[in-house]
């Protein structure tokens, strides 16, 4: 058993040997004290140092009875012959062993024992077999911070052994079990069935926590890609990672007219403010509506859904005589303004101008009654068309001196879409004709948007109470410290509003159509915070907010909750702690503001102009550009195709793309060049209807390409060519057509401009950038005409160009920068000539 160890930080074994009561003749080893020489060449003396003394000779020992082993790198040394005894009065308490130079030692723990002979292990019978032998090392001298006294925490203890752990455990009851199952294994005699113990309630309340941890590490991972995400706010933040912007809905546009009657309370010129409401048609509801009502039928929306609610974008004074205005016929029956018209003569029933029309003015035009039969009710709802006036000129005829005039112009993108007939001969039931007036103007028109403003407007002048109960609110209401706002918007009537940055007011030469059309993807919240200080704005993002910007982000989740984010103080500003914001905001959005023609019929004022004479309030056109938050199914499938959109111009038809996407723009070919300096790309464009490249459209152009261009490129925006033609063709009539009948008709469909609304063969719009004109498809449309037995191909060729036997070809092939044209003016036959030869016929 001398090789049994054992680990003890009380050890008392000598001490029990040197007790009075122990053997006498018994010692052991109490330590050794290891001097070694300055040199290798030194001896090394080894004094081991007895427990007590033993007494002589019986205790004497010489070198075989000193066994040294151990080393590493260098064996055990061997010990000189004798060992020196230390007398000590017949007793000896010290043996002083010798080693002698040149043996060199490691660093390695060495074991030295005292054995009673050459070839045995066992001790002397005068020294204890527990106390015979000892570990020493000879560089004890060698620094060292460590402790020399043996450590006893450095034991080994025996660690407990592993709780059985169900990973797969997720909810409440699987990790309530696996914990009281843990407590009855440590805990003797506990009882897990006892609902009322404090333990369990303990282990209850910690299992519903490691639930809610368990879920929101699912959620990290599920959250954490594209393809798996549920949230919506995280599959728009993955898509805004690939610049892809998801539509979050828009809220639809109508425009509103209103007939005013003024009197003596509320005279001409009564304005109605911007966000002023208009409201769905509704039985029992009167035509205008008092502040009061309104802010009752706000309080009893449904929360989910809300009202619908319209508000104008912007103050329109009213006034009688814009409630029906007549156009003026020039003494002219039968008339109609025709399709594609841009400009008309009105009745100015301003009295002397006040309340006239002005530029920027919606104008209505719509059918008051049918042509055929004079009838009100007989009017067709689709001939109603609203422009926006570009430019407005007094006026008067010689005819009716008493008469004043107006004549009022729109923009060709409002151009009159359909035929307008003002007046007509209706045939009556008996006796002669009637001339009866089928169409009129109206003023009055605003445009309004949908959602409702919480709270009210201040020009409903409510109580402060009912405005306070009906505001919006956020939860939580203020900051707190160390922790990241994130509120929720609530006390609203729906999903927030989402309208264009600019209203009419901002773009005073905005078309009528363009004014009315919604751009999803540049519809922002309808919402505004502010403080003690200034307002803060909503914006898509905060990437390129500064770290002063009173900015904030509008998210929505799953179940249509609108969250708002603020900045980290790098990208815009973190509301302070405690802060309280105030809100206001419009609510109404998507699809469900798409209403139909005529669905609006009140308008909301307040309680004291309740008696304001407005005879009727109506959207003449349907409300339009409604929109639905884009689902996430579709945002999965689009965001990564993202990045796929070339967003600058390395090559040619990159040029040629970035300049299709500027509005008015048919067609584009760009032509690299080198200036001499730097190179140029010249881009060719063919407008819309054939219009000129003016200065003003190539700025626009310019500053539209600026994003797309390459540093170091210089673009230069030239007109397409045009390459005028010289036709002629010899057509033969049916015999019982009219020849001259047959011919204007042929002209017309060929021509430009067409007839009847119907551009022809030869309307800009048909040829482009390099596009060829084929004889076949000439001839063709010339058969196509009623009336037409043959046609025949004279001259088919460039104008002022010498032929080069086209007709054989068949085909006339510009260049890639040429566009054909053939304008069939007379005034102008260097921009195209047309020469029809008539035969046949009668």
Same mark, same amino acid.
């Given at each position: 058993m001398t090789g049994a160890r054992y680990a003890c930080c009380d050890e008392r074994r000598r001490a029990a040997l040197a007790a009075p009561g122990a053997p006498a003749a018994v010692s052991g080893i109490d330590y050794l004290e290891v001097r070694q020489g300055a040199l290798v060449s030194d001896p090394t003396e080894i004094d081991i140092v007895l427990v007590k003394p033993l007494p002589l000779p019986a205790a004497a020992l010489n070198g075989s009875n000193i066994r040294i082993t151990g080393g590493v790198r260098f064996p055990a040394p061997t010990v000189a012959p004798l060992v020196q005894d230390i007398p000590g009065g017949g007793t000896v308490s010290t043996y002083r062993v010798t080693i002698p130079g040149g043996q060199p030692t490691d660093f390695s723990t060495y074991h030295l024992a005292i054995v009673s002979g050459p070839g045995s292990d066992a001790p002397p019978p005068f020294l204890d077999p527990r106390l015979s032998a000892v570990d020493f090392s000879f560089k004890v001298d060698c620094g060292s911070d460590a402790d020399c006294a043996p450590d006893c925490r450095s034991i080994p203890e025996t660690p407990p052994p592993e709780p059985v752990f169900d990973y797969r455990t997720r909810d409440w009851e699987g990790f309530r079990r696996l914990m009281l199952d843990r407590l009855s294994a440590l805990v003797p005699g506990f009882t897990s069935d006892d609902p009322v113990d404090l333990t369990t309630t303990i282990v209850e309340a910690l299992a519903y926590r490691a639930d809610q941890q368990s879920y929101r590490l699912d959620w990290v991972g599920t959250e954490s890609f594209l393809d798996t995400a549920r949230s919506r706010t995280s599959v728009a933040r993955h898509a805004r990672l690939v610049d892809y912007r998801p539509g979050e809905g828009a809220s639809a546009r109508a425009y509103v007219a209103f007939a005013f009657t003024s009197d003596g309370a509320f005279?001409?010129?009564? $304005?109605?403010? /911007?966000?002023?409401?208009?409201?769905?048609?509704?039985?029992?509801?009167?035509?205008?509506?008092?502040?009061?009502?309104?802010?009752?039928?706000? /309080?009893?929306?449904?929360?989910?859904?809300?009202?619908? =609610?319209?508000?104008?974008?912007?103050?329109?004074?009213?006034?009688?005589?814009?409630?029906?205005?007549?156009?003026?016929?020039?003494?002219?029956?039968?008339? !109609?303004?025709?399709?594609?018209? $841009?400009?008309?003569?009105?009745?100015?029933?301003?009295?002397?101008?006040?309340?006239? *029309?002005? #530029?920027?003015?919606?104008?209505?035009?719509?059918?008051?009654?049918?042509?055929?039969?004079?009838?009100?009710?007989?009017?067709?709802?689709?001939?109603?068309?609203?422009?926006?006036?570009?430019? #407005?000129?007094?006026?008067?005829?010689?005819?009716?001196?008493?008469?004043?005039?107006?004549?009022?112009?729109?923009?060709?993108?409002?151009? *009159?879409?359909?035929?307008?007939? &003002?007046? !007509?001969?209706?045939?009556?039931?008996?006796?002669?004709?009637?001339?009866?007036?089928?169409?009129?103007?109206?003023?009055?028109?605003?445009?309004? %948007?949908?959602?409702? $403003?919480?709270?009210?407007?201040?020009? *409903?002048?409510?109580?402060?109470?009912?405005?306070?109960?009906?505001?919006?609110?956020?939860?939580?209401?203020?900051?707190?410290?160390?922790?990241?706002?994130?509120?929720?918007?609530?006390?609203?009537?729906?999903?927030?509003?989402?309208?264009?940055?600019?209203?009419?007011?901002?773009?005073?030469?905005?078309?009528?159509?363009?004014?009315?059309?919604?751009?999803?993807?540049?519809?922002?919240?309808?919402?505004?915070?502010?403080?003690?200080?200034?307002?803060?704005?909503?914006?898509?993002?905060?990437?390129?907010?500064?770290?002063?910007?009173? %900015?904030?982000? &509008?998210?929505?989740?799953?179940?249509?909750?609108?969250?708002?984010?603020?900045?980290?103080?790098?990208?815009?500003?973190?509301?302070?702690?405690?802060?309280?914001?105030?809100?206001?905001?419009?609510?109404?959005?998507?699809?469900?503001?798409?209403?139909?023609?005529?669905?609006?019929?009140? #308008?909301?004022?307040?309680?004291?102009?309740?008696? &304001?004479?407005?005879?009727?309030?109506?959207?003449? *056109?349907?409300?339009?550009?409604?929109?639905?938050?884009?689902?996430?199914?579709?945002?999965?499938?689009?965001?990564?195709?993202?990045?796929?959109?070339?967003?600058?111009?390395?090559?040619?038809?990159?040029?040629?793309?970035?300049?299709?996407?500027?509005?008015?723009?048919?067609?584009?070919?760009?032509?690299?060049?080198?200036?001499?300096?730097?190179?140029?790309?010249?881009?060719? @464009?063919?407008?819309?209807?054939?219009? /000129?490249?003016?200065?003003?459209?190539?700025?626009?152009? @310019?500053?539209?390409?600026?994003?797309?261009?390459?540093?170091?490129?210089? &673009?230069? =925006?030239?007109?397409?060519?045009?390459?005028?033609?010289?036709?002629e063709l010899s057509v033969c009539a049916a015999p019982d057509e009219i020849r001259g009948d047959v011919g204007r008709r042929v002209r017309a469909a060929l021509s430009p401009f067409g007839s009847a609304g119907t551009p022809g063969f030869f309307h800009p719009d048909r040829f482009t950038l390099g596009t060829p004109l084929y004889l076949s498809a000439l001839l063709a449309a010339v058969m196509a005409v009623p009336g037409v037995q043959s046609v025949t191909p004279v001259v088919f060729q460039r104008f002022g160009r010498a032929a080069q036997d086209e007709i054989a070809l068949g085909v006339i092939r510009p260049a890639a920068t040429e566009v054909v044209e053939l304008r069939d003016d007379p005034n102008l036959p260097e921009r195209g000539r047309l020469r029809i030869t008539m035969k046949g016929g009668r």
């Amino acid at each position: 058993m001398t090789g049994a160890r054992y680990a003890c930080c009380d050890e008392r074994r000598r001490a029990a040997l040197a007790a009075p009561g122990a053997p006498a003749a018994v010692s052991g080893i109490d330590y050794l004290e290891v001097r070694q020489g300055a040199l290798v060449s030194d001896p090394t003396e080894i004094d081991i140092v007895l427990v007590k003394p033993l007494p002589l000779p019986a205790a004497a020992l010489n070198g075989s009875n000193i066994r040294i082993t151990g080393g590493v790198r260098f064996p055990a040394p061997t010990v000189a012959p004798l060992v020196q005894d230390i007398p000590g009065g017949g007793t000896v308490s010290t043996y002083r062993v010798t080693i002698p130079g040149g043996q060199p030692t490691d660093f390695s723990t060495y074991h030295l024992a005292i054995v009673s002979g050459p070839g045995s292990d066992a001790p002397p019978p005068f020294l204890d077999p527990r106390l015979s032998a000892v570990d020493f090392s000879f560089k004890v001298d060698c620094g060292s911070d460590a402790d020399c006294a043996p450590d006893c925490r450095s034991i080994p203890e025996t660690p407990p052994p592993e709780p059985v752990f169900d990973y797969r455990t997720r909810d409440w009851e699987g990790f309530r079990r696996l914990m009281l199952d843990r407590l009855s294994a440590l805990v003797p005699g506990f009882t897990s069935d006892d609902p009322v113990d404090l333990t369990t309630t303990i282990v209850e309340a910690l299992a519903y926590r490691a639930d809610q941890q368990s879920y929101r590490l699912d959620w990290v991972g599920t959250e954490s890609f594209l393809d798996t995400a549920r949230s919506r706010t995280s599959v728009a933040r993955h898509a805004r990672l690939v610049d892809y912007r998801p539509g979050e809905g828009a809220s639809a546009r109508a425009y509103v007219a209103f007939a005013f009657t003024s009197d003596g309370a509320f005279p001409d010129g009564f $304005t109605l403010p /911007a966000g002023t409401p208009v409201l769905p048609r509704s039985e029992g509801l009167p035509t205008v509506v008092s502040a009061t009502e309104y802010a009752t039928l706000l /309080a009893a929306a449904a929360a989910p859904v809300g009202p619908v =609610v319209f508000e104008t974008m912007a103050a329109r004074p009213l006034w009688r005589w814009q409630s029906s205005i007549a156009m003026h016929t020039w003494g002219d029956e039968e008339c !109609a303004l025709a399709r594609g018209a $841009t400009a008309v003569t009105l009745v100015d029933g301003s009295s002397g101008g006040k309340g006239g *029309l002005a #530029v920027g003015d919606l104008l209505l035009l719509a059918e008051a009654a049918a042509p055929d039969t004079g009838e009100a009710a007989d009017a067709d709802p689709a001939r109603r068309h609203v422009v926006r006036l570009t430019r #407005v000129t007094p006026t008067t005829d010689v005819l009716a001196p008493g008469l004043a005039l107006v004549d009022v112009e729109w923009d060709a993108a409002d151009a *009159l879409p359909f035929d307008l007939v &003002v007046s !007509a001969l209706v045939p009556g039931p008996a006796g002669p004709a009637r001339r009866v007036v089928c169409a009129a103007a109206q003023g009055n028109v605003v445009l309004a %948007d949908h959602g409702a $403003t919480l709270p009210p407007a201040p020009h *409903l002048a409510l109580p402060p109470a009912t405005t306070a109960s009906l505001a919006p609110r956020l939860d939580p209401p203020a900051p707190e410290e160390g922790v990241a706002w994130r509120p929720r918007l609530t006390g609203g009537i729906g999903p927030l509003a989402r309208v264009g940055e600019h209203g009419p007011a901002d773009s005073p030469s905005l078309p009528a159509g363009r004014l009315a059309a919604v751009d999803p993807a540049a519809c922002l919240p309808a919402v505004t915070l502010h403080d003690a200080f200034a307002a803060w704005r909503v914006r898509p993002d905060l990437l390129a907010s500064g770290r002063f910007a009173r %900015d904030f982000v &509008v998210e929505s989740d799953g179940t249509g909750a609108q969250t708002l984010r603020f900045g980290d103080g790098v990208h815009a500003l973190s509301p302070a702690t405690g802060a309280t914001l105030g809100v206001s905001g419009r609510f109404g959005s998507g699809t469900i503001g798409n209403v139909g023609q005529g669905a609006l019929g009140h #308008v909301v004022v307040a309680d004291t102009q309740r008696q &304001v004479r407005i005879g009727s309030v109506t959207n003449p *056109l349907a409300a339009a550009g409604g929109a639905e938050a884009e689902g996430i199914a579709a945002v999965r499938v689009a965001a990564p195709q993202a990045f796929r959109v070339q967003e600058r111009a390395v090559t040619a038809k990159d040029y040629e793309a970035a300049a299709l996407r500027y509005p008015g723009v048919a067609n584009a070919v760009a032509v690299p060049r080198w200036t001499g300096s730097w190179q140029t790309v010249e881009i060719h @464009l063919d407008r819309q209807g054939g219009a /000129a490249v003016d200065e003003a459209f190539r700025d626009g152009l @310019l500053a539209h390409l600026e994003r797309y261009r390459l540093a170091g490129f210089d &673009v230069a =925006v030239r007109a397409a060519r045009a390459v005028p033609l010289d036709v002629e063709l010899s057509v033969c009539a049916a015999p019982d057509e009219i020849r001259g009948d047959v011919g204007r008709r042929v002209r017309a469909a060929l021509s430009p401009f067409g007839s009847a609304g119907t551009p022809g063969f030869f309307h800009p719009d048909r040829f482009t950038l390099g596009t060829p004109l084929y004889l076949s498809a000439l001839l063709a449309a010339v058969m196509a005409v009623p009336g037409v037995q043959s046609v025949t191909p004279v001259v088919f060729q460039r104008f002022g160009r010498a032929a080069q036997d086209e007709i054989a070809l068949g085909v006339i092939r510009p260049a890639a920068t040429e566009v054909v044209e053939l304008r069939d003016d007379p005034n102008l036959p260097e921009r195209g000539r047309l020469r029809i030869t008539m035969k046949g016929g009668r």
